[in-house]
């Protein structure tokens, strides 16, 4: 398992090397000259050239590919243009926001989305298989901006049940940040809870036709026993990698649901950053973005490994 977790660890070194590689050339993709863009219309002379020299840009680029690698080396990537402080203290106080909410929006999917695969799997062609259905494409078709206002008017404003917005740290105040949570998580949820119960659904219906399984419930076992320790474990390698992709695009979708919600995550911090033009911001943020995805890609990797051994060994 060790090796296996090394091979796959090796593999996604050359990714990030690559992401950090088109992270530092941003200014040097950007059409015009970013300090000019930077300093605004109105700018003087002086202004962009004073821009230029806090970038460094008046260096040659192979100079600050490398100055970039060693300060990055070192943890520090830079000062943020908008806000004034270092790079890596406003994305260490921003990640903790759109980990939570992601992770609860994955909570939701998982705990929602593969139950209501599986039931109606077990109760195909019922009125149980429909209303499962039914539900799934309502959820890969509703927008979650609409949705996310649909529920601040509901249970925000007419019920005032829930807040409408803000955010609140756990450990201010737990309960308070489990219900600032919520209604984002919901809202960031219910399209990954569609596509996992739909693809949940459809791996089962393959399972269920499988020879080991008739023998098992010809052998007289329940039918719990039967889903619950022969099939669903055979369901479990396709779910991780819907499972997989989906946190990626939770983490992805946040940017919509912290603007709505008011959330002081990542998401809202980056696009902050593209609209104010603030590049080193832009490039930490791209840079943590996709060491995160990399990581999930690479436990995804491993829990393939743990539900299936033949996967660690390279078997068919």
């Not at 040659?60 to 490398?66: C, D, E, K, S, W």
């Not at 989305?113 to 149980?128: E, Y």
């Not at 076992?221 to 039967?226: A, D, E, G, R, T």
């Not at 104010?276 to 911001?281: E, F, V």
Request: aromatic share 6%; with cysteine.
């Amino acid at each position: 398992m060790i090796e296996f977790a090394v091979r796959r660890l090796l593999v996604a070194l050359p990714v990030l090397l690559l992401v950090s590689l088109i992270a530092a050339s941003i200014m040097e993709l950007v059409p015009g000259d970013p300090a000019a863009l930077i300093a605004g219309q109105n700018a003087s002379d002086l202004e962009i050239a004073a821009v230029r020299e806090q970038l460094g840009l008046n260096r040659p680029f192979i100079a600050r590919l490398g100055s970039w690698y060693l300060d990055l080396a070192r943890g520090d990537l830079g000062d943020s243009i908008l806000l004034n402080r270092p790079v890596t203290q406003a994305i260490a106080e921003r990640v903790p926001v759109t980990l939570a909410l992601a992770g609860s929006a994955l909570f939701l999917t998982v705990a929602i989305g593969l139950p209501c695969g599986v039931i109606a799997a077990v109760h195909a062609n019922t009125w149980i298989d429909q209303a499962v259905l039914t539900f799934a494409l309502i959820g890969v078709s509703v927008p979650n901006f609409w949705l996310s206002l649909m529920l601040i008017v509901l249970f925000g404003v007419m019920l005032d049940w829930l807040p409408a917005g803000g955010y609140i740290p756990f450990a201010d105040d737990a309960v308070g940040w489990a219900r600032s949570l919520i209604l984002p998580a919901i809202s960031l949820a219910l399209l990954q809870v569609g596509l996992l119960a739909r693809i949940t659904r459809a791996t089962m219906l393959e399972v269920l036709q499988q020879d080991y399984v008739r023998t098992a419930r010809a052998k007289g076992l329940p039918v719990v026993l039967v889903i619950g320790k022969h099939a669903l474990k055979n369901v479990l390698v396709p779910v991780i990698t819907v499972i997989g992709i989906s946190f990626g695009l939770l983490l992805s979708g946040s940017v919509v649901i912290e603007t709505v919600y008011s959330l002081p995550g990542m998401g809202r911090l980056l696009a902050n950053a593209v609209f104010g033009r603030d590049y080193p911001l832009i490039q930490g943020g791209l840079l943590v973005t996709a060491a995160v995805l990399v990581l999930l890609n690479l436990l995804v990797d491993l829990l393939y490994a743990v539900v299936d051994p033949r996967i660690r060994y390279g078997r068919p």
